[in-house]
């Protein structure tokens, strides 16, 4: 394990930087205002014992203590502070100098509070390693090479004291447990919360691996939706509903292998997704080898019935490339008409936005009676459509289970047959 620990990624270094300042912004504050109130009752008490040279001294030590804190905290407000770490070293560097003051001036009393120079030396000091062990925020490394500098100090003060070498040693050995525990203390922090960082890091990537296979699934707002614990259901007036189906699929699947039949299966619903999402069709599911969609839903943001019928168009023309390719003929049948629906998700388990309503039937009807790689609409369809595509004159036909209905066929000639982009 290294002793002072860092991510590779210089990006996630930086980013750890700034949260973990951010995080700890509200304790290192309480911690400021800590100091700043004993300093200041400190002040308040010391006219009662101190003369009148001492108090004086030691207000002047406390105030430049107190200012670097009240900067200290002022920083804290802003960006700077979050993204600079070397202002902690500039921060304690003031508020060293400031603690030597405060032991100088607390020196001289001496025969006051009976407690020497030399004493006040290691209280104060091992106190302010404390202070910046908690304060030294995502700085392990900062804070080692403050946290030496003041043991370097420390000994040079020992050095040239009036004190015997075992009560320098002694002196020595406690101020260095103030520091190896500060040391330990700042380390193990910064461990810690990078490691709570790291994680934080590892579960937002599978939230948002689970949110990307949500949205596979669910159009996005209808997720949002569920997440929030709403019931999902919609009301649409007027919907273009696709479906599409492969011609003689049961005699394809007698004469192909089950991995070559699940291999034609998979491009074809894989050029179906690439056209619905090329003409902003929202594709609602497959049902076996049929592949069900709707333009004007939820997560569809095409033009109605003519996106609808360019998304079947330029299907038709991708299936026979490949058919010609594969050496496979696949032919379609595509029925699409346009009416309200009803949308909304039920269950609890393998959640999907489905559709339903008469017109889920009747474009279901009319796929059943379009040619072999030939689309069939009803009026509502047609008439949405306009002049933008040329169909036959309309037929009457009897369908199961809606009645006689007007049906359009789409003339495929060579040119209609041309893959084009919304």
């Known amino acids: 394990m290294a002793v002072i620990n860092r991510f590779d990624d210089p ?5 750890y930087i700034v949260a973990e300042r951010a995080a700890r912004i ?49 920083l804290t407000q802003t960006r700077f502070y979050l993204e600079q770490r070397w202002v902690d ?4 560097t003031g508020l060293t100098a400031a603690m030597l003051m405060l032991i100088d001036a ?16 290691i209280i104060n000091m091992g106190i302010l390693v404390i202070f910046a062990s908690v304060g030294f925020i995502a700085n392990a490394r900062l804070f080692m090479i403050w946290a030496f500098t003041l043991l370097l100090l420390y000994v040079a003060f020992l050095a040239q004291a009036d004190r015997s070498l075992i009560q320098k040693t002694y002196t020595l050995t406690n101020f260095s447990t103030f520091f190896v525990f500060s040391a330990f203390v ?17 579960l937002e990537a599978e939230r948002q691996k689970t949110e990307e296979l949500l949205y596979n699934v669910l159009p996005q707002t209808v997720a949002k939706r569920l997440r929030d614990g709403k019931a999902v259901a919609d009301s649409f007036s007027d919907v273009s509903v696709v479906f599409v189906d492969i011609v003689g699929f049961s005699k394809l699947a007698q004469q192909l292998s089950p991995g070559h039949l699940v291999k034609l299966l998979n491009q074809f619903f894989s050029i179906a997704d690439s056209c619905a999402e ?18 004007g839903g939820t997560a569809s ?36 008409h346009t009416g309200p629906v009803v949308g909304g998700v039920v269950g609890s388990s393998r959640l999907a936005y489905d559709y339903w309503g008469d017109t889920m039937n009747i474009a279901s009807r009319i796929e059943g009676v379009a040619d072999h790689n030939g689309i069939a609409v009803s009026s509502a369809t047609y008439f949405e459509c306009g002049s933008a595509h040329d169909f036959e004159r309309a037929e009457t036909l009897a369908l199961k289970g809606v009645g006689e209905t007007e049906i359009y066929r789409l003339k495929m000639t060579q040119a209609s047959l041309a893959v084009t982009e919304d």
């Open 26 to 74: 509200p304790a290192t504050r309480a911690l400021i205002l800590i100091g700043i109130a004993t300093f200041l009752s400190y002040i308040t008490m010391n006219p009662m014992y101190f003369p009148r040279e001492g108090v004086i001294a030691y207000t002047i030590a406390a105030g430049v203590f107190i200012a670097v804190l009240v900067a200290y905290y002022l």
């Open 11 to 15: 990006e996630s270094e930086r980013n």
């Open 106 to 121: 607390l020196g001289d009393q001496a025969a006051i509070t009976g407690i020497s120079r030399f004493g006040m030396a």
């Open 301 to 336: 943001s095409g033009q109605g019935a003519l996106a609808a019928v360019n998304f079947g168009r330029d299907l038709i023309a991708e299936m026979k490339q490949r058919a010609e390719a594969s050496g496979v003929d696949i032919k379609l049948r595509i029925g699409i």
């Open 89 to 92: 070293l500039v921060l304690f």
């Open 278 to 295: 090329r003409h902003s069709i929202e594709k609602v599911k497959t049902i076996g080898d049929a592949y069900l969609a709707v333009s």
């Open 186 to 202: 700042n380390w193990d922090i910064d461990r810690r919360a990078r490691k709570v960082f790291a994680a934080n890091i590892a």
